[in-house]
């Protein structure tokens, strides 16, 4: 597929007004503070992980409404010293799946949280483990679609909540260090990464690839795409919905979060990603931080000939060597050559 949103001279000088709902930071101070009013750690358990170099625990914390939400969280074995920690967001359609599939960060030497997402898991990978029992307001069968009609019954309100109490859970674990908490994540992943951003004041680091959740009404008129493209079936179906589910996504607009948000981000995009268009990327790099009173440090990698998996292994490395420096997390090694 050949790039088919804007040139990049004009995405890197990208800044699209953005239709904020007047109660935008009431809507989610409220969410949360309701949210916060359950101690966040249910259970910790070891887990089998067939691992001699990493330990991993099954995790149990409170999400949106105090539902449960699983996650895996992962470190190197025989340290003990408090460690820097990464919570991971998975993409769309994903689940946590199985303790030994995500290692990049623990051997990196972080704290690791993998946090499950809610309602889904059953369209690629190894399944997840958490509910959704919220999903039966008015919608499409699909996350992206359920709830559209009311920003109070959609589904990624929860979503981003249970994210934000990610922080929180991984904070109250053994072995943390409370004050170097990283938001890491691609597509679905990346979009929660970059609201918790937004909404999480003292983040240390947010590292953002090929986000969903930006630039959501321009993405609706360039692609067809799972997960836009369930939002736009449902509207063809249900075709007096337009203003409710526009005013919906509103809430959720990741431009929205990035204006808000003060951690140094690290972001990278596909300029021929079809699923997650480049130019919501681009609105929220070049709007982050607008509305903080600070120049967050910042920087962004392009790669032109890449879609939907971004720079890939090459864009990770990236991720290390910049989050390494941001948390003074130790040297990451340098590849043979």
């Known amino acids: 597929m050949p790039a088919f949103d804007l040139p990049t001279r004009e995405l890197e000088r990208y800044r699209p007004d953005v239709q904020e709902p007047p109660d935008f930071d009431g809507f989610w101070r409220d969410t949360l503070k309701e949210a916060a009013q359950t101690d966040v750690l249910v259970s910790v358990r070891p887990a089998e992980n067939g691992l001699r170099l990493t330990r991993t625990w099954d995790v149990t914390f409170r999400g949106f409404a105090g539902d449960p939400v699983r996650a895996w969280y992962s470190r190197p074995a025989g340290v003990g010293e408090p460690l820097p920690a990464v919570v991971e967001y998975a993409g769309y359609g994903r689940g946590r799946g199985l303790p030994h599939e995500r290692l990049t960060w623990v051997n990196a030497g972080y704290a690791h949280l993998l946090m499950d997402n ?45 994210a934000v109490r990610a922080v929180a859970a991984v904070r109250a674990l053994p072995g943390v ?22 909404l999480v004041p003292d983040l240390a680091a947010a590292l953002v ?8 009404r321009r993405a609706l008129d360039l692609t067809d795409a799972s997960p836009y493209g369930e939002i736009s079936a449902y509207l063809s179906v249900h075709r007096g919905a337009q203003e409710a589910a526009y005013r919906t996504l509103a809430y959720m607009e990741g431009v929205s979060f990035a204006r808000r948000a003060a951690a140094p981000a690290h972001f990278g995009v596909g300029l021929r990603d079809t699923v997650c268009p480049p130019s919501g990327a681009y609105a929220a790099f070049n709007r982050y931080g607008e509305l903080t009173g600070v120049d967050p440090r910042k920087e962004i990698h392009a790669y032109p000939y890449n879609g939907h998996e971004g720079g890939d292994a090459v864009q990770v490395r990236r991720q290390l060597d910049w989050l390494g420096g ?12």
């Not at 690839?209 to 959501?216: E, H, K, N, R």
């Open 326 to 337: 941001m948390l003074e997390a130790g040297p990451v090694s340098s590849p043979p050559g």
């Open 209 to 216: 690839t090929a986000p969903f959740l930006c630039g959501i």
């Open 177 to 198: 260090d409370a004050s170097r908490v990283a938001a890491v994540g691609n597509s679905q992943g990346g979009g929660l990464a970059l609201a918790v951003a937004g």
């Open 118 to 162: 809610r309602g889904q898991g059953d369209q690629y990978g190894n399944g997840g483990a958490t509910p959704d029992p919220h999903a039966s307001a008015p919608g499409g069968p699909g996350p992206a679609a359920r709830g559209l009609l009311d920003p109070r019954d959609y589904h990624y309100r929860r979503l981003i909540t249970d």
